[in-house]
């Protein structure tokens, strides 16, 4: 629910709070800011730091409180990261961290014999709204620290906030019910021997005080020289005493730092061992299991021991709640992962998505907490949870509402959003409601494109839209509606792309109201071959993906960019999530053996193992012959079934090109060099730019 970082930046939308080359850290930041393109919510941020006295020259703004890294002191893992920092006395800060879900768990050793330690627990802050840094809010915040029943000094630090740097572009439809939110947070130390406390508010330090509330707020305890300092931070959206019940349940009194580690990296290991490779480099090993710890990472839990805030109408509900849905990116290849390897979580996140759509009256498109809840943030178009739900339901997905679900689909698949004739829905427009199906009413349901003088993005919203009827005519056949709806869905998905294809140019153009185009610049195209998309994938794996900080070319997008890589490596890919087919790419290994985990409701699954076989795959890019369970395959398509069960697929590898999977493949080939000639492969993956048309 809370992800633990170094903080070396103020982070707003566009920029995250730690970076790899900054050369000081301001703080420990419980962060809720799921990806660099959304804001932070309700954070709560823990600051070590030194003084020559009690109560003098605490350092509580960000600008101040930097301190030096001692040069390659960080080590990180995912369980665990430790960094070393120059306490600008003559002495230095060990901090070692780890997490749970809903816990962060600290620990500080202060080395200076003659500097007062103290920490410094964050309420409040100058909070930066959109991605202008001069756009600044000062959001309330309230602190309390409390004294142990056996402790003569304090023993725990508690507080809350109310920034919510999307909060502009939350739906008008629910601002009155989201008013109420806060994080919160209670940070419980192990050590009884605090030497004295206080808050400051506004860089204005108020000794010994116990309590404060409003902007700007933080609150500190001082602590003998040379202390170590546990601290145990629990994290809430529902209060601070959840906050404390959270800190019970995850981290309780007694657990050490050590322990915590123990617990997290079991957690995954469970996962990460799911996977073994053979003829992979240690290089690759790496960006593969980064790519699976990626991968894992979103949605994230949102719900506390059965209970969880609903930012749709402001209550406590019963039940679990996930949140980071960054659905026009995951549909594509990151929600195929979560059904295969993790699919103990899937009956909880669509069950989570039908609360929203009950509380909220629409499925999520890009749910942040509550900023924009499981509303809209007018960031990316189409309704891709129709896909979620579909392809779930298409790969035997069970544990949630089908008729709950076909209801949340078909309404956005037929309902307009508020004022859909007039309001454009740009990216990030503020002071508007939903955007769902955007043009659904003013063009696209009539003439099957939306129009680019009416919305944005228009050429996109009208083939997202399209595939979106397409996964609602899945569901729909899926669950055995009548041949009047299936027959609908599906003849307006099949139609509308092609409104948009300009015979004159060969693009997808985006299209006017009255049927004009709207400009070349508005279109796209694909088009492709298997021999192409063998050496297409290897390339962008080779030159986009590392395993330095570097390691990714761009936006993560929520896991999506990982289970792209994972599948590529493995060997095909979801293209058409909702067909429960993958299209056959090129494998990277020659040996890949998956134990698929256990899905709920199917007491059989205890042994399932998935073998993905294609000796000299690491230098043989092309595809001579694939089989699947011991039975030949002459198309390039793996269907879910052939690996839901375990089994075994064998890809027979080559180092040239192949008949194999490609239409009209002598004429393609000819096409490469002429018939006859066999053009060895060069490992520079530079070779298919220069020499394959793709």
């Given amino acids: ?141 309230t602190v309390s620290l409390h004294f142990g029943a056996e402790f003569s000094s304090v023993h725990e630090v508690c507080g809350s906030n109310s920034e919510r740097q999307d909060s502009i572009i939350t739906p008008i439809s629910t601002l009155s019910h989201v008013s109420n939110f806060a994080g919160y947070y209670c940070a419980r130390f192990s050590l009884s021997s605090a030497s004295s406390h206080g808050t400051i508010q506004n860089s204005t330090i108020h000794p010994l005080s116990t309590s404060g509330e409003g902007p700007l707020l933080s609150a500190y305890v001082h602590f003998p020289p040379q202390s170590v300092v546990d601290v145990r931070i629990g994290t809430s959206f529902i209060s601070t005493e959840q906050a404390r019940a959270n800190i019970d349940a995850e981290i309780p009194d007694g657990m050490t730092l050590e322990e915590t580690v123990r617990v997290t990296k079991t957690k995954w290991i469970e996962k990460l061992d799911m996977f073994e490779l053979e003829g992979a480099s240690e290089e690759q090993k790496e960006i593969f299991f980064t790519g699976v710890a ?72 890009w749910k942040n907490i509550v900023d924009v809840s499981q509303l809209e943030t007018n960031i990316m178009v189409g309704t891709h949870a129709d896909s979620l739900i579909a392809e779930a339901v298409v790969k035997g997905v069970t544990g949630f509402d089908l008729e709950l679900a076909w209801e949340a689909v078909w309404k956005d698949a037929t309902v307009p959003p508020e004022n859909d004739l007039t309001t454009s829905y740009f990216d990030r427009e503020e002071n508007v409601d ?4 955007a043009g659904l009413s003013s063009t696209y349901a009539q003439q099957g494109w939306v129009a680019d003088d009416i919305h944005s993005e228009s050429a996109s919203r009208t083939l997202d839209y399209a595939y979106d009827d397409y996964a609602a005519y899945k569901l729909a056949s899926a669950l055995g509606k009548p041949s009047n709806v299936t027959d609908f869905l599906l003849e307006r998905s099949l139609r509308a792309p092609f409104t948009l294809f300009n015979s004159d140019t060969g693009f997808m153009e985006a299209r006017n109201s009255d049927g004009t185009w709207a400009g070349e610049d508005r279109g796209w195209t694909e088009a492709g071959a298997a021999y192409k998309t063998q050496l297409r994938v290897r390339e962008i794996a080779q030159m986009n993906y590392n395993n330095k900080p570097t390691g990714l070319s761009g936006n993560e997008d929520c896991g999506q960019m990982s289970a792209w890589y994972i599948f590529s490596a493995m060997g095909f890919y979801p293209v058409n999530p909702v067909s429960g087919e993958y299209i056959v ?44 369970n011991g039975r030949r395959v002459d198309v390039p398509i793996i269907k879910h079934e052939d690996l839901i069960d375990g089994g075994e697929i064998v890809f027979e590898m080559s180092e040239r090109v192949e008949e194999w999977g490609n239409v009209g493949f002598l004429e393609q080939y000819a096409s490469m060099g002429g018939e006859g000639t066999q053009e060895e492969i060069i490992t520079d993956p530079r070779w298919a730019v220069e020499h394959v048309e793709l």
């Fill in 294 to 365: 990626h991968a894992l990472q979103y949605p994230y839990e949102q719900h506390e021991q059965g209970r969880y805030y609903s930012g749709y109408d402001g209550r406590i509900h019963e039940g679990e709640s996930y949140t980071g849905y960054s659905i026009w990116d995951t549909y594509r290849a990151e929600w195929a992962f979560l059904i295969l390897f993790a699919p103990e979580r899937l009956p909880g996140m669509i069950t989570s998505m039908l609360a929203d759509y009950t509380q909220g009256g629409w499925l999520p498109m």
């Fill in 585 to 628: 790419g090129s494998p990277f290994f020659d040996k890949v053996t998956v134990r698929l985990p256990p899905r709920p409701e199917h007491k059989a699954d205890q042994s399932r193992t998935l073998t993905i076989i294609a000796t000299g795959a690491p230098t043989k890019p092309y595809i001579r012959s694939l089989t699947v």
């Fill in 434 to 437: 939903y955007e769902v199906r």
């Fill in 1 to 141: 629910m809370t992800r633990w970082v170094a903080q070396t930046h103020l982070n707003y939308v566009s920029v995250t709070p730690y970076n790899w080359t900054a050369s000081t850290i301001h703080g420990f930041q419980g962060t809720r800011q799921p990806a660099i393109w959304m804001g932070e919510s309700g954070p709560v941020v823990v600051v070590p730091g030194v003084t020559e006295t009690d109560h003098a020259n605490i350092k509580s703004t960000f600008e101040e409180r930097g301190l030096k890294i001692v040069q390659d002191s960080e080590k990180i893992t995912p369980a665990y990261y430790s960094v070393l920092l120059d306490d600008g006395h003559g002495g230095e800060i060990l901090v070692e961290q780890s997490a749970t879900s809903r816990v962060g768990h600290l620990r500080f050793t202060f080395t200076s014999p003659n500097s007062k330690p103290y920490i410094l627990l964050e309420s409040s802050r100058p909070s930066i709204l959109t991605s202008t840094p001069t756009n600044i809010s000062y959001p309330h915040g």
